[in-house]
DNA sequence: AAATGTCCCAACCGCTCTCCC
DNA sequence: TGGGAGAGCGGTTGGGACATT
């Protein structure tokens, strides 16, 4: 049986429903948890009455219905702590979603997924319109981040996002290497520039991956294969904490 | 006004991990 | 110790909304 709904086919395989969840099932999910708290989501669906698998009831919880989650937009700070653990756990959406409350995994991913990941750049019309709903959803509510990520991030990066992020959210680790001193890459004295190229090949493609104007990234002045060994001394400790801004290509300069 | 392009997000799928027996 | 079930995670898809052409 196929329900056409919102756009969607809601098919319903057997038992089973799928598709967009209706504000009657949400009732009943939250209703549920609120009783008997999270876990065991398989039986959550048969004691809830909701015809959904426990998988699919996990997934609502955690992404829609759990309290106090975040909607809108990220701000600049949120995107600085997204780029900077990025680099460090590459696609663990999860893990980054734990050093901001409120979003969610899934949320992460799909704003990386459509800023980061894609190769094409949106045009700059583009990036300003979101940058203006961005401005009228914070008018409105007269909190959250500056009305201009780009115009007002080069102050904001005084603290690097680990920084702000440790204030703003105290339990956030530091960073591996800092914990592990015997880690030989980047962070510290790296015994030899191979070794920290070794990380910067990882680094490099989320770094000048922003939105280019010709497909081919922008790729600043990280090329550190060329880099002189002097460059590369004074280089590598500086990464984790933005240095500066490119503001003309939205890269963080290391 | 219609067509097209892009962004955003909810939801599903398949795989892996963890726990328990 | 191995297998099964449940939970979690990352990748992907589909469609609505909105701006641009």
Same mark, same amino acid.
């Given at each position: 049986?196929?329900?056409?709904?919102?756009?969607?086919?809601?098919?319903?395989?057997?038992?089973?429903?799928?598709? @967009?969840?209706?504000?009657?099932?949400?009732?009943?999910?939250?209703?549920?948890?609120?009783?008997?708290?999270? /876990?065991?989501?398989?039986?959550?669906?048969?004691?809830?009455?909701?015809?959904?698998?426990?998988?699919?009831?996990?997934?609502?919880?955690?992404?829609?219905?759990?309290?106090?989650?975040?909607?809108?937009?990220?701000?600049?700070?949120?995107? %600085?702590?997204?780029?900077?653990?990025?680099?460090?756990?590459?696609?663990?959406?999860?893990?980054?979603?734990?050093?901001?409350?409120?979003?969610? +995994?899934?949320?992460?991913?799909?704003?990386?997924?459509?800023?980061?990941?894609?190769?094409?750049?949106?045009?700059?019309?583009?990036? $300003? $319109?979101?940058?203006?709903?961005?401005?009228?959803?914070?008018?409105?509510?007269?909190?959250?981040?500056?009305?201009?990520?780009?115009?007002?991030?080069?102050?904001?990066?005084?603290? #690097?996002?680990?920084?702000?992020?440790?204030?703003?959210?105290?339990?956030?680790?530091?960073? @591996?290497?800092?914990?592990?001193?015997?880690? @030989?890459?980047?962070?510290?004295?790296? +015994?030899?520039?191979?070794?920290?190229?070794?990380?910067?090949? %990882?680094?490099?493609?989320?770094?000048?991956?922003?939105?280019?104007?010709?497909?081919?990234?922008?790729?600043?002045?990280?090329?550190?294969?060329?880099?002189?060994?002097?460059?590369?001394?004074?280089?590598?400790?500086? #990464?984790? /904490?933005?240095?500066?801004?490119?503001?003309?290509? %939205?890269?963080?300069?290391?």
């Amino acid at each position: 049986m196929v329900v056409g709904m919102m756009g969607w086919n809601v098919h319903e395989q057997g038992w089973w429903r799928k598709g @967009p969840w209706t504000p009657e099932e949400d009732k009943l999910l939250k209703e549920y948890v609120s009783l008997h708290g999270e /876990g065991r989501w398989s039986s959550v669906a048969k004691s809830a009455g909701l015809r959904r698998t426990g998988k699919s009831c996990r997934l609502r919880w955690v992404n829609y219905l759990r309290p106090g989650l975040k909607r809108g937009h990220l701000t600049p700070q949120e995107e %600085g702590i997204i780029i900077e653990l990025h680099a460090l756990w590459g696609n663990k959406w999860s893990t980054i979603a734990r050093y901001l409350p409120g979003r969610t +995994d899934n949320e992460i991913k799909n704003y990386w997924r459509t800023h980061f990941k894609k190769k094409g750049k949106p045009s700059e019309k583009k990036d $300003r $319109r979101r940058l203006l709903k961005q401005k009228m959803e914070q008018d409105e509510t007269g909190t959250g981040a500056k009305a201009s990520p780009l115009s007002e991030v080069t102050s904001e990066q005084t603290l #690097s996002p680990e920084l702000q992020a440790q204030q703003e959210f105290p339990t956030l680790p530091l960073h @591996p290497v800092m914990e592990n001193p015997q880690l @030989p890459v980047l962070y510290q004295e790296a +015994d030899s520039w191979s070794d920290t190229n070794i990380l910067m090949d %990882g680094l490099s493609g989320w770094l000048w991956n922003f939105d280019d104007q010709n497909g081919k990234g922008v790729q600043a002045n990280n090329d550190c294969s060329k880099m002189t060994n002097k460059n590369q001394a004074s280089f590598a400790p500086c #990464s984790f /904490g933005f240095d500066n801004v490119d503001v003309q290509n %939205g890269g963080y300069i290391y």
